[in-house]
Structure formats: C-alpha cells, structure tokens
C-alpha cells in the first residue's frame, strides 16, 4: 500500500502527485473503471473522476454500487473483472487489504476508517487528517481540482457533513452557487439511493453533464423528478419510523422497525440529538430480507467502530462496524443479529431466523 496524505504534508500536492504516478500504471489502450458508493459523496467523487479523466482524454467506465452490493463479493467482482479494465479506481467504499481486482492497477480513494492495508493499490486517504477530506474532495485534489467540477467536491462534503469552515473549496463553492443550491442539490442527489429500488443512476446522470448545482436542484428533466419522487418516498417512510419509540438498555437505546427504505442512518441521527447520552442504534429489518441493517450515532463523543468491535457477533463480515467513529453501523444476518442485541442486553429484538 502507499499511504499519500498526512498532517504534516500539502494532501493536496501529495493526492495529485500520488495519482499521477499510479495512473501511469493504467493500460492505455482499455477504459478506467470507476468504482464508487451511491451516496452524494461517492457519487461526486464519481462524476469528478469520470468527467476530469474525460477531458484529459481518456475513456472512462462508471460502475456504482447498489442496494447490499460490494466490489468485494464475489459476483461484484466477477463482473468488473469481465470488463477488463485498463485501470481500476475504487472511491468512497473503504480501504481494505484485500484487492478488488489483483491483477488490475488500482487507486483508492477514500475518508473512512481502513480495515486492511492493500499491498498493491495506491491508497488516497483521508482518514485521519484535521480536517477529513471526503472522498469526493480527494477526487478533485487527485486530478490536480479541474475547472468547473469544484461544485462537485462541495456535494460530497455536504453530504458527509463536513464542518462548513474546514476546507477552502467549500466556501469558494458556496461564494459561487449559494449554500442553499448546494444543500437543495445534496439531499435530491442523496435521495435515491436511500429507496427502495436504491437506483442512484439518475442522480449520477445529472451529476455527470451539470454545470453547478441548479442543474440537479432547479432544471426540469427526467432525472431531476426521479429525484424529487424519491425524496417524497423517503419523507414518507421517515414519517411512520419517527414514531417508533426507542428501547434503552444502560448506554445503549435501540429503535427497530420495517421499512424498505435505507432511512436508518437518518433515524440514528435524528435520535442522537434527544439522546445525548446514548449510544443510538437504529436497525431496520424491512431493508435487504435475511438482513437486519442498522445504523450507530452518538452525540457522546465513543468510538463507534471501538463499540462495535467489542461487540461483534462470531458471524459478522465486511458489511459490520466499518466508516467513521462517529457514524457507522452495518448489516447482519439473522442468527448474528440475534447473538449482537442479545449480548448488548436486548433479547427481545430478536428476530425469526
């Protein structure tokens, strides 16, 4: 692995430096493959690569994940090995010590906290550095910021709620388009994925050819009320999951519900606020079936991915206790739901496995 960024450094210089040298290991002859999250900050991350990398004149290939799906499981992978592209780039989906693509020149870009060291990928991270850097703002650092596409980098950060003064691209972004086009923007690019059908591809569509943010938030197009459709999708399975009261045991208060909308992280969050001293979990059975998907929030200042370790089933994998220490979660089977609340002191949410 080769780490790029640190305190001590100019991240900026060293996350153009280090992608320019990685990418000279990409054949020149096959697309890039872009990998990235559905969220708005790995869809930024997406379109800043895509279009900069297209207008350096290469070809570029976009691939983002859907509902439960990862690059690492075996038919993910299977598919983008078929592509065969000529340079694979990962974005906003985690640092891992296992490869997506062993043979296949890969770059990483992310913000999270790592699970693994990857020996043969250059890793772009941000995790870790005062501010954090989303994986959209390294994207536009790793292409050297390309005209035009700072607006980009500003969703990103919005969407993983970076402090407003923390990065100069943010307030040049906000100077130009206005904070509330930004934030409009942020939560219609955001909606999608949290649906049912978690079908990001519109939002990334209006991401790829927009001039600034009026283009997703203002402009009428297909995609633009594809958006607006899931967001009322979201507000409305929001409204029954709010009234679901939450269990608390010790330090730990747990809401369950059914939905299939990916709202937990959004009630995790909305909970944390009432229950300053209280680790939040908000898990959803409804999302992915044989899954229970959860969500961890605190306003009490635990390492959550610490909490979680501690209390990690025999049988949980990739999906569980990965992203921020402040803001992170999972997904489990059945039977490791089960043995998780009950060791936290919740045996009554269990569920039929």
């Known amino acids: 692995m080769i780490g790029v960024l640190s305190n001590g450094s100019d991240a900026r210089t060293d996350a153009r430096e280090a992608f320019s040298q990685a990418a000279q290991a990409f054949a020149p002859d096959r697309p890039i493959l872009v990998v990235s999250h559905f969220d708005a900050d790995g869809l930024a991350a997406a379109a800043i690569l895509a279009r900069g990398l297209g207008e350096q004149g290469h070809a570029v290939d976009v691939r983002i994940t859907g509902k439960g799906e990862s690059p690492w499981e075996p038919e993910f992978r299977a598919e983008l090995e078929a592509r065969k592209p000529g340079g694979l780039i990962v974005a906003d989906l985690g640092t891992r010590a296992e490869p997506v693509l062993a043979r296949c020149p890969t770059v990483v870009i992310d913000h999270h906290v790592p699970t693994g060291a990857p020996d043969r990928a250059t890793v772009i991270s941000g995790n870790g550095l005062v501010p954090e850097p989303r994986s959209a703002l390294l994207a536009y650092w790793a292409l050297g910021a390309p005209d035009g596409l700072g607006w980009l980098a500003a969703l990103g950060l919005i969407g993983d709620m970076a402090p407003e003064d923390a990065f100069p691209e943010l307030a040049e972004a906000q100077a130009r388009y206005g904070k509330t086009a930004l934030k409009m923007a942020t939560s219609l690019v955001n909606a999608p994925r949290r649906t049912a059908a978690a079908d990001a591809s519109p939002a990334l569509a209006l991401l790829m050819r927009g001039d600034g943010p009026k283009a ?3 402009e009428p197009s297909a995609e633009r009320e594809l958006l607006v459709a899931a967001k009322a999708e979201v507000a409305e399975a929001m409204d029954a999951a709010k009234r679901v009261p939450p269990r ?3 330090d730990v208060a747990l809401i369950r519900f059914h939905a299939g909308q990916q709202i937990h992280p959004l009630i995790a969050q909305q909970w944390r ?9 908000a898990a959803n059975t409804g999302y992915r079936e044989g899954w229970v998907h959860f969500a961890a929030r605190s306003a009490t200042g635990r390492d959550l991915v610490a909490f979680l370790a501690e209390h ?3 049988g949980a994998d990739s999906r569980y206790g990965s992203g921020h220490k402040q803001a992170t979660g999972g997904a ?8 998780f609340v009950s060791g936290l002191g919740f045996p009554e949410q269990q569920v039929p496995a």
């Open 248 to 250: 608390v045991v010790g």
């Open 312 to 314: 990690r089933p025999p």
């Open 216 to 218: 997703v938030s203002k």
């Open 332 to 339: 489990l089977r059945y039977d490791d739901w089960n043995a």
């Open 273 to 281: 606020g009432r229950l300053k001293d209280k680790i939040v979990l």
